[in-house]
């Protein structure tokens, strides 16, 4: 009853088999480790992880802690193990009831229980063995006889007849006792490094869950704090919409100072319309009448009309017009300068992602390869058919190759290379102990460089440490960006074609600053713009 017990507290609730690798969680539970890592897995994305026996609730993923007490329990049950029961081996002698064999008679090909085993011949002959149904495999399929010994030159079990008689004789032999302890020594060994093995993948498949979290993690912030972003955005736009607006209206109420309202001051501009209308009429009947009397030849009545001098009173309308004018006007240059608080917003994009003005990147000419031009603002490179003149130094490059004066240890940092007029070139970056000479002086060719490159023929690659992989033939690059983020050890590079497009990125544990570093063989580069350096702010 109590071995019954102790089976049944062996068992894992979720395959309801005997554990195996047996893991803890934090309430005290134990699973097998690949059932409870299956059921985790159902729950991610869910907000919580629960314990299948108790339901306690994690809402990270629990770390899985292997129980080393309990794996050595069930180890030892299972090597020691006699119950006769499962094994489905009973007694041949006993024909009334099935009774559990204790042990197998190999010379007799008979199970024996404990009541026929105390009763069994004692001589030598007759081998026990543990219970088992395979009796015909233990002896020899030639003499049927015992296989008693191991030969070790054919690696097979044999018996006496074989290792006297048989095909066997002359060969170095063991007893099967000792050939076995000798295999289980090796298989101990093997075990103990597998285990190791084991236990070291366990660590790095913790780390890199934990590596995940912490991703995960930062993803979620960063999601945070754009979307917060983007929401002030556009909570700023709707004030800023509502200002301009405002002022609008503000300024159609000024309009009445003027005229009453905005309403009067168009029936003002009617009236006066009305007005001008019929003083062109009157005009027009003074003109007619003083064309009559200048074709009268009849001077008395010339003469005899009143003075012409009232027919030019006309009243001065200019003033008037001028203020209606100057009333219905909207003043746009106040509008436009509260539009300018657009400028204000995107400004306040760097609340989230801080990017520092770019600084010069430029070429460290003292390790300027003699087959290379350097301009005068240091930013171009050209492959020349002339030998420069340069003194020939520890630093130079002996090819067509260039270094920045600048390093970077700390950060993340971009800049940019334009590649355009140059079929065969290589941008990278490299550590400043870099050889000069040789024939591995050249950026990717070695473990402190990676590069970019582009070959004869459009052929685009990356390259570290000699290893070329190549990038698929629709290309088109005209424009290279590089990323450095030291602290994670990631170099990128990327095409400024349209739309960018992501070229190759290679990740290292840095332990020197990181340089510029650019070849040319047909053509010149340049580095456009400067450096630019950039973090998320919290």
Known sequence: MASADLRQELDCSICLSIYTDPVTLRCGHNFCRVCIDRVLDTQEGAGAYICPECRAVCQERPALQRNITLCNIVGSFLSTRTDQEETGIFCTYCVDSPVPAAKSCLLCEASLCDKHLRVHSKSAEHVL???TTAL???KCSVHKKILEYYCTEDAACICVYCRLDGEHQGHHVEMLNEASEKK???????????TTRREETEKRVQSLQERRREDQGKAAGVIETVTALFRDIRRQLEDLEKRVLSEISRQEQCI?????NLLRFVFSLSDLIQQLEIKKDELSGKMRHIEELCNMSDPV???????????????DTETHDNQVHGAGDLDVGLISGTLHTLSDIITGLNTGIYVQEATDLLLDVTTAGNTIQISGDRKTLTLSHIKQKRPLTPEGFQGPQVISTRGFSSGRHYWEVDVSKSVWWGVGMCYPSIDRR?????IGYNNKSWCVCRKMYNQYSVMHDSTVFRL??????????VYLDYEAGQMSFYSLCDPIRHLHTYTAALTEPLHAA????????????GVRSWEILP
């Open 256 to 260: 009445s100072l003027s005229g009453g």
């Open 136 to 138: 015909g495999n233990r």
């Open 129 to 131: 063995c543990d219970p």
């Open 518 to 529: 650019l070849w040319v063989g047909i053509g010149c580069i340049t580095i456009s713009g």
């Open 472 to 481: 698929p033939d629709n290309i088109r690059c005209d424009r290279v960006r």
């Open 184 to 194: 289980k020594e090796k298989l101990r060994n093997v075990l103990q490094k597998l």
């Open 438 to 442: 040789g024939l591995k002086l050249y």
């Open 301 to 315: 009545t010339v003469l005899q009309e009143p003075d012409t001098g009232d027919l030019c009173d006309t009243e």
